[in-house]
């Protein structure tokens, strides 16, 4: 009778199995698994503003560029009062706000020649409201202001331009004479009621001559305004 036994696996033959396996096992702990993606809304938010942003940025660039137009400034600065020549101007092309009422470049030459009514400083825009064909007090012409309680004005309210007299009073305690009543004429430039007092200032032109005489009178508080004619 024959016995039937099973081959023993060889020593050198567990080994280099147990090295294979440690092997694998080495390998596959070096390969990390992928990352886990995580949403970062913060992150999503910024790039959907930074998109924004630069939307707006460029309509801001291109509005810009389209409302530019050519408008008149000032080279060098002109004091109040003083005459405009040609080489105190200059044209410049930028945005401008309408509300500004800057003078455009094609009416350059009709600045030339007016006087401006405020000081322009040198790179400034000329508007509309900077110049003046004369300025007050014109020359030779100086203003005076003249208070006078309602009492003594005219019913009608008096405007910028209006021809006056200021007329000298014998105040309440006086007597009012067959004499010819001292008064100078005068041109209101400004009228500035005073709710405090109760009176007005009128400020009026008068020839340089005249204004010493008037400001005194006024300061005794013996004059009043009559208006005359507005008719020219």
Do not use: F
């Given at each position: 009778?024959?016995?039937?036994?099973?081959?023993?696996?060889?020593?050198?033959?567990?080994?280099?199995?147990?090295?294979?396996?440690?092997?694998?096992?080495?390998?596959?702990?070096?390969?990390?698994?992928?990352?886990?993606?995580?949403?970062?809304?913060?992150?999503?938010?910024?790039?959907?503003?930074?998109?924004?942003?630069?939307?707006?940025?460029?309509?801001?660039?291109?509005?810009?560029?389209?409302?530019?137009?050519?408008?008149?400034?000032?080279?060098?600065?002109?004091?109040?009062?003083?005459?405009?020549?040609?080489?105190?101007?200059?044209?410049?092309?930028?945005?401008?706000?309408?509300?500004?009422?800057?003078?455009?470049?094609?009416?350059?030459?009709?600045?030339?020649?007016?006087?401006?009514?405020?000081?322009?400083?040198?790179?400034?825009?000329?508007?509309?409201?900077?110049?003046?064909?004369?300025?007050?007090?014109?020359?030779?012409?100086?203003?005076v202001g003249v208070a006078v309680p309602a009492a003594l004005l005219?019913?009608?309210?008096?405007?910028?331009?209006?021809?006056?007299?200021?007329?000298?009073?014998?105040?309440?305690?006086?007597?009012?004479?067959?004499?010819?009543?001292?008064?100078?004429?005068?041109?209101?430039?400004?009228?500035?009621?005073?709710?405090?007092?109760?009176?007005?200032?009128?400020?009026?032109?008068?020839?340089?001559?005249?204004?010493?005489?008037?400001?005194?009178?006024?300061?005794?508080?013996?004059?009043?305004?009559?208006?005359?004619?507005?008719?020219?």
């Open positions: 009778m024959s016995v039937t036994t099973e081959p023993k696996t060889r020593p050198t033959t567990r080994r280099a199995n147990k090295t294979a396996e440690a092997a694998t096992t080495a390998v596959d702990a070096r390969i990390a698994p992928p990352p886990k993606l995580r949403r970062r809304p913060l992150l999503v938010v910024a790039s959907v503003a930074a998109v924004c942003l630069g939307g707006l940025l460029g309509v801001w660039a291109y509005t810009s560029v389209t409302t530019a137009q050519e408008v008149v400034a000032v080279r060098s600065t002109v004091q109040r009062g003083a005459l405009i020549s040609r080489e105190d101007l200059v044209t410049v092309r930028i945005g401008v706000d309408p509300a500004l009422n800057p003078v455009p470049a094609a009416q350059l030459d009709g600045v030339v020649g007016q006087r401006a009514a405020v000081d322009l400083p040198a790179g400034g825009l000329v508007t509309q409201g900077s110049i003046a064909a004369t300025v007050v007090p014109a020359h030779d012409m100086s203003v005219p019913g009608e309210p008096l405007r910028a331009g209006d021809q006056v007299r200021v007329v000298a009073t014998p105040g309440q305690q006086g007597e009012v004479t067959d004499e010819e009543q001292r008064s100078i004429t005068a041109m209101v430039v400004g009228v500035y009621p005073e709710a405090d007092s109760g009176q007005t200032v009128v400020s009026v032109q008068v020839p340089y001559d005249q204004a010493a005489e008037l400001a005194a009178r006024a300061a005794t508080g013996k004059v009043a305004v009559v208006l005359d004619s507005r008719e020219r």
